[in-house]
């Protein structure tokens, strides 16, 4: 007898769900970039990635039809035109699969971390491995064109020492210390992030059909500008050199590629990343200063993020995922 209760875990079931829209998300983007692909190391690693993000469709697709689990819409081909001309450069791919490789490692991380089930956690540690492949081959790729953003070198301490003042946490007043080398790395990779989602969202404004839309994008556009030079500002007190802008990587096509429901909900999966990255930077800061600049772009990521679900429930855009049962509801008289 069906007892309507699933074998997954909600963990699992959230878990496949978002990695399953992402997917389906990322091959409507990727089977455009393939169309307006020149370089063949450049094509070469956009087709792995292809096939992987194929891949993972069909591994989570055959789960969730095998637990009776109603397969998500996710993107489909109706959410890219592959006949729209190249808004990108060759070279912006890789720096988008840089930037979206992140996105994928860290929820197949956190997945790793909760789900039991040993096919799951098989599954979720194989696309891991296999994401770490392609940011290798995306990287190695960008050190041959000598376009790998490396985060600055810092000097060798002389000694092991322990603090013992605790001006090491000053930001604003007094004795305020040098930036220690993991707060350069979350900076200089935060500020990655940025220039890369500037470029795509300056991209994907062009071509945007909806007003609302456009103007979403463009403040998210706004809020990148924003915290790259918020950011950049600490590396450059310490006379280090920030990540460089995308922008010009950017065509000046206004013919839409992508679905105005893809593009908003891309930014929100993007932003979203924004979130915990942010907070990773935060969580390994020492200087009171950074910490609050990090704050205060969480509260702008956050609300941008929040907005852009309003927007996609407006529209009737937004897939609901895995839900507990409204047990008030149920028992509600109406």
């Avoid at 959410?79 to 912006?92: G, H, Y």
Wanted: with cysteine; net charge positive.
């Amino acid at each position: 007898m069906n007892t309507g209760i699933s074998n997954l875990t909600s963990a699992e079931m959230g878990k496949l769900w978002a990695t399953y829209t992402g997917n389906t998300m990322a091959k409507c983007v990727l089977r455009f970039y393939l169309k307006n692909v020149e370089d063949k190391e450049v094509k070469k690693v956009l087709e792995y990635a292809f096939s992987l993000a194929e891949m993972f469709v069909k591994k989570i697709e055959g789960l969730f039809k095998k637990e009776g689990f109603p397969v998500p819409v996710g993107f489909s081909e109706e959410d890219v035109n592959l006949k729209a001309p190249r808004l990108f450069s060759d070279e912006f791919y890789l720096y988008y699969l840089q930037y979206t490789g992140k996105a994928g490692m860290s929820i197949y991380t956190a997945a790793i971390a909760i789900v039991t089930r040993k096919d799951i956690k098989d599954f979720f540690v194989e696309s891991l491995s296999d994401t770490v492949k392609l940011m290798g081959k995306t990287n190695d790729i960008l050190q041959s064109k000598g376009k790998l953003m490396n985060a600055p070198k810092v000097p060798n301490p002389k000694e092991a020492e322990f603090l013992h003042d605790q001006s090491f946490l000053n930001g604003y007043i007094g004795d305020i210390r040098p930036l220690h080398g993991l707060e350069v790395a979350h900076l200089f990779d935060n500020i990655n992030n940025d220039i890369t989602s500037k470029a795509l969202i300056i991209g994907f404004s062009q071509g945007a059909q909806d007003k609302r839309v456009k103007k979403y994008l463009d403040r998210g556009k706004t809020i990148n500008k924003k915290h790259v030079e918020l950011l950049s500002k600490k590396l450059h007190d310490d006379n280090l050199p920030s990540p460089t802008y995308l922008d010009h990587m950017v065509t000046a096509s206004t013919v839409p590629p992508f679905s105005d429901k893809l593009m908003v909900a891309h930014k929100i999966d993007m932003f979203s990343m924004k979130i915990r990255e942010y907070a990773n930077g935060l969580s390994l800061n020492g200087r009171k200063d950074i910490g609050v600049l990090y704050a205060k772009c969480l509260m702008d990521v956050s609300l941008y993020v929040e907005d852009g679900a309003n927007l996609m429930i407006d529209n009737s855009w937004m897939e609901q995922p895995p839900i507990m049962v409204n047990r008030k509801k149920l028992n509600s008289k109406e």
